[in-house]
């Protein structure tokens, strides 16, 4: 029996039992609910450095449940637009709505840009402290995934377990928000942005991604490897992204909000660990970023 989707749906058909061991509908749903509560509260914003994914998307536009059987491009009275750097935006009409797109980044502790670890420290990311307000929800996103970082957790440890173990210990020693499990020191939500092909040689060591979401396509390339692989919401893979191109093929969103109040689209998320902090915390005690400030102070404890 082959490993491709489409065994695997025989093989069900054929009555056969199947085990699936990514993340569970549930688990995964609940990540979703609380990453777009987390967005809505953070808000979302593009980078004009970033090479990684496509820079003429900062809006998805998906089709309405109501929408007429007229074409998604018919502009209506009711059409709203906007103009961003001299191009306008047509985000609104009588069948479809838009909303955002972005990455952010929920990192522990990692060095300033263009500023030296030892001199200057590290600190949590700007997503992490944005404000007073976006920190409870930042809080509280974390302390709904819980479950889901244990998870993946469990699947790296069981994949790479010598990098499980640095990752852990040098976790412990960096770490801001208590309530994550670790080990990854760093999170970036990839808001319903097309991925082209990159590597992220930032990276430490081997990184967890997986997608969630309402939307067709969307499978994940390693150029490298000649390797196209099912990609599809709950199924996780594990890689050197720092060593291997890996992109994400064409997807689109589903129709209309679902039942929890969740907008369609393809939802990115890739859990890493930074090589600059790494480096850094390697050999430092457990709690010693918070003891510290990230190593601008002299650890007490």
Request: with cysteine.
């Amino acid at each position: 029996m082959g490993r491709s989707p489409a065994d695997f749906a025989q093989a069900k058909n054929e009555g056969k039992k199947i085990h699936f061991d990514g993340i569970n509908p549930n688990l995964l749903n609940k990540t979703l609910v609380s990453t777009q509560l987390l967005l809505h509260h953070l808000g979302i914003r593009r980078s004009r450095r970033d090479g990684r994914h496509d820079k003429a998307d900062a809006l998805l536009r998906y089709v309405k449940d109501d929408a007429p059987s007229s074409s998604i491009d018919t502009l209506s009275q009711d059409s709203k637009s906007f103009t961003l750097h001299g191009i306008e935006y047509v985000y609104h009409n009588n069948t479809f709505t838009s909303e955002a797109t972005g990455v952010i980044h929920l990192v522990h502790a990692w060095p300033d840009q263009g500023h030296s670890a030892e001199k200057y420290g590290i600190h949590p990311s700007t997503d992490m402290v944005s404000s007073a307000h976006g920190s409870q929800f930042v809080h509280k996103y974390f302390e709904d995934t819980k479950e889901l970082a244990s998870l993946l957790g469990s699947m790296l440890q069981a994949s790479f377990p010598e990098f499980y173990i640095k990752y852990e210990a040098a976790f412990k020693a960096g770490k801001w928000t208590v309530v994550d499990p670790g080990p990854f020191l760093g999170r970036a939500v990839v808001w319903k942005l097309d991925v082209m092909p990159h590597q992220d040689g930032l990276d430490e060591g081997p990184a967890v991604i997986f997608p969630m979401g309402r939307f067709s396509g969307g499978e994940c390339y390693l150029p490298d490897l000649k390797l196209k692989l099912s990609y599809r919401p709950g199924e996780v893979i594990i890689l050197m992204a720092g060593a291997l191109y890996h992109a994400i093929g064409k997807w689109a969103p589903l129709q209309g909000i679902s039942e929890h109040g969740i907008t369609p689209g393809r939802v990115g998320n890739v859990f890493f660990f930074p090589h600059s902090s790494f480096e850094v915390l390697q050999d430092k005690p457990a709690g010693w970023a918070l003891n510290t400030a990230g190593g601008l102070l002299v650890d007490l404890t």
